[in-house]
């Protein structure tokens, strides 16, 4: 996925950031659309989700667009179910000159909300920032 962080021109990357100004978590309530033949929740549905989250930290770090370049791991740990709420979050790991690792990690409130809460997913991606005409841009190191 491409996040490009409205109105901000690439110009106006700063030297550094923390981690915490680009952690990023979105919510979604799977649907019985998104079931694969075995009644659970295709894994495509919830890479989706893993892509998002991951680009919008990586738009958020480098202060405009950034794209998917590599999934470097990718793991299912328990079935999603439709019905459940899950919640992907993002954390930057790494900054390099252009590319970003991000780690993100899914979690499901079953759809009764009832029992714990339960990890799902993990990922790591790489992304990298992109300028106007596609070719990678600087982003700020990781403090
Ligand atoms: C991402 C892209 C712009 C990189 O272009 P490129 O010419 O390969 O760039 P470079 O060789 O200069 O590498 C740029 C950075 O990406 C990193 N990189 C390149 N390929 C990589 C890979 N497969 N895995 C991890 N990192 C990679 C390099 O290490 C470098 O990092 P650094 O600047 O932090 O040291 C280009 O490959 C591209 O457009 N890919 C398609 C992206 C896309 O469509 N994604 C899906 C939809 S969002």
Do not use: C
Not at 101 to 129: I, K
């Amino acid at each position: 996925m491409t996040v490009q962080s409205a109105g901000n021109p690439p110009a106006a990357v700063r030297d550094s950031k923390t981690p915490a100004e680009s952690q990023v978590m979105l919510k979604h309530i799977m649907s019985e659309h998104d079931t694969n033949l075995y009644g659970t929740i295709h894994g495509g549905v919830v890479m989706k989700l893993i892509d998002d989250t991951a680009a919008a930290s990586a738009g958020r770090h480098a202060d405009g667009p950034a794209v998917t370049v590599s999934v470097n791991r990718m793991t299912f740990l328990a079935p999603v179910r439709a019905g459940d709420l899950l919640s992907a979050e993002a954390t930057l790991e790494r900054a390099g000159r252009t590319s970003m690792d991000v780690a993100v990690r899914v979690t499901a409130e079953r759809w009764n909300f009832s029992g714990p809460v339960t990890e799902v997913a993990t990922a790591r991606l790489t992304f990298v920032a992109i300028d106007a005409e596609g070719r990678p841009r600087s982003v700020p190191a990781l403090v």
